[in-house]
């Protein structure tokens, strides 16, 4: 049995490259602005954050990493929506190569470490990005337009 970190620390490049192709795949307007190697750059201290917080089983550095990225790409006007779209391409990536080479006795371990890690990172990600969005008074968080029928405030 692979121990979870030293798998994801052997599999980086190809988890990085995967999620690099998908994201690529996308064409998310600000990504593609980017460049591919600012996008592989970002990914990899993703993937960073992740192996650091699977290494100390400490949340704190890959939430403030992630609070980060909500502030920098929203000053940058990136929709919410690309962001999150490099963190899934990140974890899907992620979960193709723990199917493809670990033993199945592995998957619930590794994918549970994962998704946890990566799911608060994403919550992190998108409570700071809304928190941004409502002190901005974006006009697309007015929900109350969605809904007929209801009063409005």
């Not at 192996?51 to 919410?80: I, M, P």
């Not at 690309?82 to 193709?96: D, G, R, S």
């Not at 199945?104 to 998108?126: M, N, R, Y």
Request: proline fraction near 2%.
């Amino acid at each position: 049995m692979v121990k979870t970190t030293e798998f994801l620390t052997r599999e980086r490049q190809a988890i990085v490259d995967a999620a690099d192709a998908a994201l690529a795949r996308t064409h998310t307007r600000h990504y593609e602005t980017a460049g591919p190697d600012e996008v592989r750059h970002r990914l990899e201290a993703l993937f960073d954050q992740l192996l650091e917080a699977l290494g100390t089983r400490d949340l704190a550095s890959v939430l403030a990493y992630a609070q980060q990225v909500a502030q920098e790409r929203f000053n940058a006007g990136y929709d919410l929506s690309e962001v999150q779209t490099a963190f899934n391409a990140l974890e899907e990536a992620t979960w193709t190569r723990v199917f493809a080479e670990l033993e199945p006795a592995q998957f619930a371990e590794t994918l549970g470490l994962v998704s946890t890690i990566l799911g608060a990172a994403k919550d992190a990600l998108a409570r700071k990005y809304v928190s941004l969005a409502t002190d901005a008074h974006a006009p697309s968080l007015n929900l109350n337009a969605l809904f007929t029928g209801t009063e409005r405030s």
